[in-house]
């Protein structure tokens, strides 16, 4: 597979390399030319340990191999119930350790058969599905709103194309694509917009871009590579132990020996006594006698007898069990709070973590955008809730305001839902109370907002049937829909939402509760302040207009219909922090646990998140960028770790050093 850099090469320069047409894609031939050359587009994993592998993995710990000597000792000895017990317990421990273990096996390989995804590609100049698998570098991919991008593409067409990217960079916000843009070549991974990755998901618009790597070359199977390559440690526990049974095997061999010296010298000391042999000289001088030799090997085999007895009641029989057992139980709770676990082991280590590393969208936060905060001249006004769920009050200054008795919020809840495609859908959703979004999650996020003050699109389409639109536009920044005016006073309104400073450059007027009136420079700097405001906090702001006719338009212009608008208000949204993040970060300090964010959102969004949770409290508190982390070693990076509390818009390889750092320390 080529290794380069395809967001620096034009497209044209990317078919070329490729040696694609990208109006009919490849030919049968050359694409099963390269499926044997390139292999199949999936991560390849390393191979799964075999039974007697993962059997023998039970019986590597000092404590284990003590009891089995133990066991042996005790069978030479004529101690077959003892022997048989201790065997017995061995086995048991084993047993229930490949049990516990191969049911997370079993769980997780149940998990990866639930997706298996089809891709639309041209091949020979005809459009086909194919499952995912079979796909090589070269294919032409086409994409639509829905789709699991199956590999990383160059994209080559985007029409209003955006994709969910917080799977592999963190960012909470779909990104606008734009396939025409040739990108420096140093560019983040997040800022990359000529590019798709596989496995994020198309949320808006439709492109086609040509496959430039597949299964491990991609950006996620480097990162599979890269989480397969660490090292396997043994854990605290795990150390403990094995120190444990060192000591017991040393301590044990050092008393046994005095014990035996103990005994075998009183033993000879006795059958000396016995034979009147009074002198050391004396002694030694008849050990060539038989009968000597007979009692002295007899006093021996008696001594070691007893010795070893004494070493085998040292080996404490119950303790893997007892280990094995409190393992098993742990993992077991842990799958109770929806936490998968292969090993038994990492029950433990998770009780002796030091320090966390979290990503934010979706863990921290709720990964669903919200609206907290609209503006109308001259009301701002916070709005509660959670989530998707249509439930939540409007209010001032910690007072509730009735939005009925708020025309001017009716209006832009009303404009801000007709200017989106987005519906709210009841669904099986335990983050979002039983609602869910279909669509774009910003849309969303004005979807549940205008439910909230009891505006359902479905109740509104009879009085407000779509006439026209004019779709987003990443260059123009805004969507605009045109519907008739049920009041009967205009013959149709058009809604206008979009980036603030786009809004308010084609805005002539603003409405104030109810009244219009001239957008005035000083009115028009005010609404710039308070678009900056919400900015600062790290909301997503979206403006919405509207103009109104007086008659039927002709065929939607953008640059004749959406001017002369009059601003209605603000809407900004945010993905919260979830309400039991902040305790929970509050308990792990308390227990000495140092809880660092690691995100590829923006710096400004991270902080305004990690600032509710309680990231930034005190020592420890400062926000590092991925640009930052280029610039560093890893041993500088080690001696920093402790005085940062976020880094931000990293990469997955960034990660990786950051997680590393931590663990060198």
Known sequence: MLEQAWHHTSIKETCAALQVDPASGLDEGEAQARLARYGKNVLKEQPRPGFLHRLLDQFKNIIVLLLIGASVVSALLGEWYEAGAIILIVILNALLGLIQEGRAEQALAALKKLAAPEAHLLRGGHLISLS???????????????????ADLRLIETANLQIAEASLTGEAVPVSKSAGEVLPEKVGLGDRKNMAYKSTIVTYGRGKGVIVATGMGTELGQIAEMIQSVDEEQTP?????????????????????????VIFGRAASDIAAELSLTSVGAFFGALSHPSLQAALRGAAVDAFLTSVALAVAAVPEGLAAIVTINLALGMREMIARNALIRHLPAVETLGSASAICSDKTGTLTQNEMTAVKLYVPDLMVDVTGKGYQPDGTFHR??????????????GLLRGALLASDARLEAGATANSGGYTI????????????AAKAGLIREDLEDDFPRLDELP???????MSTLYPDPAGEDWGVLYVKGAPDIILERCERFRQEGEIKPLSDGMKEHIENVNRDLARQALRVLAVAERRFDSPPDALDPEEHEADLTFVGLVGMIDPARPEVKPAIERARQAGIKTVMVTGDYPDTAQAIAAQIGLLNGKGSRIMTGAELEEVSDEQLGAMIDDVAVFARVSPKHKVRIVDAFRGR
């Open 438 to 449: 279909v669509g774009d999650p910003t849309e969303g996020a004005l979807v549940v907002a």
């Open 132 to 150: 995912a698998e079979e796909i090589v570098p070269g294919d032409v991919v086409i994409l639509e709103a829905g789709n699991y991008v199956p």
């Open 397 to 410: 200054g910690g007072k509730n305001l009735d939005e009925k008795d708020r025309p001017a919020l009716v």
């Open 237 to 261: 526990l795990q150390r403990r132990l094995d120190q444990l049974g060192r000591w017991l095997a040393y301590g044990s061999l050092a008393i046994c020996g005095v014990v035996f010296l």
């Open 472 to 478: 987003f536009d990443s260059e123009r920044k805004r």
